[in-house]
């Protein structure tokens, strides 16, 4: 009996070492297959996971400004939890259910604390941007599946090819879930 990389096999078989995982893959290859499965749900439920996304965001900025002004008005910390707690689930609530007014709340907010810092004309900005981001979205509603399955492809194409993985292989299971994500997001009609 023969003992090679700690397995016995019977007779004089000798195997050559195993080489390490590290030398099969090329360097980064955690973030290039990271950056493909992150492709291929952008391609298949990008409308789904950008809904989730803009959910998020929003209940992270309400439950911010709820924990904020709670505890400038009220002076208690306990208060101040509640409210976070509260602004966090309408946040999530809203966010997800209101997606369209989401994204312009959220964009109109990011424009107005980019052009100014005081809080009143924040305001301002806000209350004015917002329709108008929403009727701009409502413009793109149709475009937006079209560019989350190519941003998604464009991801898998680029994780398979920097994972060197040969180029008509790459072709062929990005036009797979293109062809699956251009589907599934288009039956879906779930739309801003």
Same mark, same amino acid.
Not at 18 to 33: K, N, Q, R, V
Not at 36 to 45: F, K, P
Not at 120 to 135: H, K, M, R
Not at 167 to 173: A, G
């Given at each position: 009996?023969?003992?090679?990389?700690?397995?016995?096999?019977?007779?004089?078989?000798?195997? =050559?070492?195993? *080489? *390490?995982?590290?030398?099969? $893959? *090329? =360097?980064?290859?955690?973030?290039?297959?990271? $950056?493909?499965?992150?492709?291929?749900?952008?391609?298949?439920?990008?409308?789904?996971?950008?809904?989730?996304?803009?959910?998020?965001?929003?209940?992270?900025?309400?439950?911010?400004?709820?924990?904020?002004?709670?505890?400038?008005?009220? &002076?208690?910390?306990?208060?101040?939890? /509640? $409210?976070?707690?509260?602004?966090?689930?309408?946040?999530?609530?809203?966010?997800? $259910?209101?997606?369209?007014?989401?994204? #312009?709340?959220?964009?109109?907010?990011?424009?107005?604390?980019?052009?100014?810092?005081?809080i009143n004309q924040a305001l301002a900005?806000?209350? &004015?941007?917002? =329709?108008?981001?929403?009727?701009?979205?409502?413009?793109?509603?149709?475009?937006? =599946?079209?560019?989350?399955?190519?941003?998604?492809?464009?991801? /898998?194409?680029?994780?398979?090819? #920097?994972?060197?993985?040969?180029?008509?292989?790459?072709?062929?299971? #990005?036009?797979?879930?293109?062809?699956?994500?251009?589907?599934?997001?288009?039956?879906?009609?779930?739309?801003?």
């Amino acid at each position: 009996m023969t003992s090679v990389n700690n397995i016995t096999l019977p007779g004089n078989i000798t195997t =050559p070492p195993l *080489p *390490p995982l590290e030398t099969l $893959l *090329p =360097p980064g290859a955690l973030s290039y297959i990271l $950056l493909v499965l992150l492709g291929a749900l952008l391609a298949t439920w990008g409308l789904y996971f950008i809904r989730l996304v803009s959910s998020i965001v929003l209940a992270g900025i309400l439950g911010y400004f709820a924990w904020k002004y709670g505890y400038e008005v009220m &002076g208690d910390t306990n208060i101040a939890i /509640i $409210l976070l707690i509260l602004g966090v689930i309408i946040g999530l609530y809203v966010g997800y $259910l209101a997606f369209r007014f989401t994204v #312009s709340a959220i964009l109109a907010y990011v424009i107005a604390r980019f052009l100014t810092q005081d809080i009143n004309q924040a305001l301002a900005l806000l209350c &004015g941007f917002t =329709p108008l981001i929403y009727i701009v979205t409502k413009l793109v509603r149709l475009v937006l =599946p079209v560019i989350l399955t190519g941003s998604g492809l464009y991801m /898998i194409y680029s994780g398979l090819s #920097s994972l060197q993985i040969d180029i008509v292989m790459t072709l062929v299971i #990005s036009g797979i879930m293109g062809a699956v994500g251009f589907y599934n997001q288009y039956r879906r009609r779930i739309y801003i």
